[in-house]
Nanobody, 119 residues
Framework: QVQLVESGGGLVQPGGSLRLSCVGS????????IGWYRQAPGKQRELVAV???????KYADSVNGRFTSSRDNAQNTAYLQMNSLNPEDTAVYYC?????????????WGQGTQVTVSS
């Protein structure tokens, strides 16, 4: 069973920033691409970003230029720095092991972390 734990969400005003963290086991971070996803109320879960073991990234058009993914494999942690947040970014954010194409590989999702952008 894959265990990834997300944290760092919260309430932020439009234009603000948050940094999310995704912590997993060493076995995951040694070999896997990590994907970030989000699910807004009433909507399907969508891909936000992916990051390879070597740190190569790609992003959904809706967040490109505002969000930055990084990872520290020694700490078994991936990060999602979110800047210039707007209300449309409000969602529960998840991480999962993934393909470069963004397909999540495991059915077990963590609790996620809630991000709310509101004035």
């Amino acid at each position: 069973q894959v265990q990834l734990v997300e944290s760092g969400g919260g309430l932020v005003q439009p234009g603000g920033s948050l940094r999310l963290s995704c912590v997993g086991s060493e076995s995951i971070f040694k070999i896997h691409v990590i994907g970030w996803y989000r699910q807004a109320p009433g909507k399907q879960r969508e891909l936000v970003a992916v990051i390879t073991i070597g740190g190569v990234t790609k992003y959904a058009d809706s967040v490109n230029g505002r969000f930055t993914s990084s990872r520290d494999n020694a700490q078994n942690t991936a990060y999602l720095q979110m800047n210039s947040l707007n209300p449309e970014d409000t969602a529960v954010y998840y991480c999962n092991v993934a393909t470069w194409g963004g397909r999540p590989l495991y059915d077990d999702w963590g609790q996620g972390t809630q991000v709310t952008v509101s004035s």
